[in-house]
């Protein structure tokens, strides 16, 4: 009965509410309630800043992202470039009026929250290209006039990210806004091309990097250059990790994080932590619900109708895993410390408002499956 009234667009507000996809907010809830954990844990135990804060961003955006879900998908579909352009003045913004910290440039002050505009636009080049290639013949999708928008669509918030500077979530962007392309079915032969010439331009990429990147990239093949320097995070979440063995030391027992051998452990390393104290057990059991997540996204993604929702679902659940996938092998040595937070997991109000935003708008997705887009 349900199906048939949204078949025909015909449902009250208890039709959408009945809609939702509750194992999907399930899967939020216990990841965000781990998060809450662990953000203690960084803190020794006290309920003390930063897990007031993370608490109440959680609330905050998760009540956001229920009620965004309720949002037609149409207004997305229409809003789509407003929303890229609104982020890329905001990175604009940032790049004569930011706010400085640790010698970077990221955020804007909204006295209430740091905004960093880069979050927000690992969201907004995914429904960008969305609707972009919606509707588009593929044979234009091959076309190099086609090919030249989206390429330039992208580069312009990569460059604007780089100058802040932030090569970590420059290339998150890039690879979200790469799999949308992807995923609308250009054919492979130009990521074969693109891959060749970025290994040719490789020498010249690293000279022109900071004096900080390219040591992060040497200390990737080699932390033990600068072990006290920069190969010290690196190998300090190695032991980390290492000493949780299988089943953790326990929950605030985790002596590398307590005794502050590790930095940065309640935001990019937080998984650090977290297998420390939890083991290979705890942390097998957190990539579980991070897949179980995605497989919820890309479930919606099977079952809507329009090609522009199809397309967000799969590219944001694309971006997921490749959120969790940097984060992960990041921590473990498995590739170069570039600045990637663990969705939900990690501190950081930008990151957590970036996710929820996201899953709001797989849920529209979700609620409205069987509308078709109008265009207008």
Not at 71 to 93: E, G, M, Q
Not at 226 to 237: E, K, M, N, T, V
Not at 305 to 322: E, Q, T, V
Request: hydrophobic fraction near 50%; glycine fraction near 6%.
């Amino acid at each position: 009965m349900l199906t048939e009234r949204l078949n025909t667009s015909k449902y009250t507000f208890f039709d959408k509410l009945l809609a939702l996809d509750f194992f999907l907010i399930f899967i939020v809830i216990l990841i965000g309630g781990i998060s809450v954990f662990a953000i203690h844990s960084t803190e020794g135990g006290e309920f003390s800043y930063y897990t007031k804060n993370h608490l109440i961003r959680l609330v905050s955006f998760f009540a956001m992202f229920l009620f965004l879900s309720f949002v037609k998908i149409n207004f997305w579909y229409r809003n789509a470039y407003l929303f890229y352009f609104i982020c890329l003045f905001s990175l604009l913004i940032v790049l004569f009026f930011g706010v400085t910290a640790n010698n970077s440039t990221r955020w804007i002050n909204l006295y209430f929250l740091n905004l960093q505009p880069s979050e927000l636009m690992k969201i907004a080049i995914i429904v960008c290209f969305a609707r972009y290639y919606h509707r588009m013949q593929s044979s234009d999708i091959q076309s190099y006039r086609f090919l030249l928008i989206p390429i330039i669509l992208l580069v312009l918030p990569c460059y604007l990210v780089i100058t802040q500077p932030d090569l970590g979530t420059s290339i998150l962007i890039a690879g979200s806004g790469i799999v949308v392309i992807w995923i609308a079915g250009l054919n492979i032969k130009y990521f074969i091309y693109s891959s060749l010439l970025l290994l040719v331009s490789f020498p010249f990429i690293v000279s022109i990097l900071k004096p900080y990147q390219k040591a992060r990239i040497l200390t990737f093949f080699n932390p033990d250059r600068d072990p006290l320097g920069a190969g010290y995070q690196i190998i300090q979440s190695k032991i980390a990790i290492g000493s949780g063995g299988f089943f953790g030391k326990g929950y605030l027992k985790g002596t590398q994080s307590y005794l502050e051998f590790l930095p940065e452990k309640h935001t990019d390393f937080i998984f650090t932590l977290f297998s420390e104290e939890f083991g290979f057990l705890g942390s097998i059991t957190l990539m579980l619900l991070y897949i179980l997540l995605i497989s919820r996204v890309i479930s919606i993604g099977f079952s809507v109708r329009s090609f522009f929702a199809k397309l967000y679902c799969f590219g944001f659940a694309s971006a997921i895993f490749l959120y969790v996938f940097v984060n992960i092998a990041m921590v473990v040595g498995l590739l170069p410390i570039v600045g990637a937070p663990l969705p939900i997991m990690s501190y950081g109000g930008s990151s957590m408002l970036s996710i929820m935003l996201g899953l709001s708008i797989a849920m529209s997705c979700k609620i409205y499956s069987q509308d078709q887009i109008s265009h207008y």
